[in-house]
């Protein structure tokens, strides 16, 4: 039976950037962890490690109040640490504002900073260094991946008082659902998710009716 990971290690994988996943420490520490399978050395230069699935799985366990999923009515950002700590968090639509949450031009900044942090996980993560395609990161994380790509593409959460996108996690596979306030915003959302290298399409809820965006990673 494999060895649970030391404190040390741990603490490592906690450290990690939470969005681009980029883990730091001593070459032997490094090691340790692709020895593990939590982490891995990017073949390019300047060779840094970033965490692979299982070490995001493991710092997602670590954190009760972040849980992977986000199914209807959940307030969680799918595997992103809380605002409230200090680390960029993913609005998926629905939630309340955290408090002492930046807003207006603060917020702008944020997402703008973890937009930009996603693509560079993407060239440096994806075989080909491509940033219009999603990477490994952002299939584990659906739900704040599509998140971020709507707020980074200019749309607003849904808030208490407020319209907007609601990101849902599906059962389908590598797949989320957003709901919007109306047909117009729904467009919007499809063009914003195909931009950002999603495929997306409208659909209808058979027994509802109600209509929603359906939105997977592209692989190609």
């Known amino acids: 039976m ?12 906690d450290a990690a950037d939470p ?16 020895k593990r399978g939590l982490a891995f050395r990017h073949p390019r230069p300047p060779h840094d ?12 366990d670590a954190e009760p109040d972040a849980p992977s999923g986000a199914p209807a009515g959940d307030t969680a950002a799918g595997g992103a640490p809380a605002a409230a700590g200090g680390v960029f968090a993913a609005r998926v639509g629905g939630e309340d504002e955290p ?9 702008a900044r944020e997402v703008h900073n973890a937009w930009q942090g ?15 395609r999603p990477c490994d990161w ?12 709507l707020e980074a593409g200019g749309h607003r959460p849904a808030g208490p008082d407020a ?29 914003t998710l195909e931009e ?15 209509r929603y965006v359906l939105a997977s990673p592209r692989r190609t």
Do not use: C, I, S
Not at 99 to 107: C, E, K
């Open 163 to 191: 319209d907007g996108y609601k990101v849902r996690a599906t059962p389908q596979p590598e797949a989320v659902a957003v709901y919007g306030p109306d047909a117009g915003a729904l467009r919007a959302y499809t063009a």
């Open 118 to 132: 996603l693509l560079e996980l993407r060239r440096m993560t994806n075989r080909d260094g491509a940033t219009g």
């Open 99 to 107: 408090a002492g949450a930046p807003a207006g031009p603060g917020r």
């Open 19 to 34: 969005v681009t996943g980029r883990v730091t420490g001593t070459g032997a520490q490094l090691a340790a962890l692709v």
């Open 196 to 210: 950002a290298g999603w495929q997306a399409g409208e659909y209808t809820e058979p027994r509802t009716r109600v």
């Open 49 to 60: 490690h970033f965490l692979t699935p299982a070490g995001h799985r493991l710092r997602q």
């Open 2 to 13: 494999t060895r649970p990971p030391t404190a040390a290690q741990r603490r490592l994988v």
């Open 138 to 149: 952002e299939r584990g994380h659906l739900v704040p991946a599509a998140a971020l790509a």
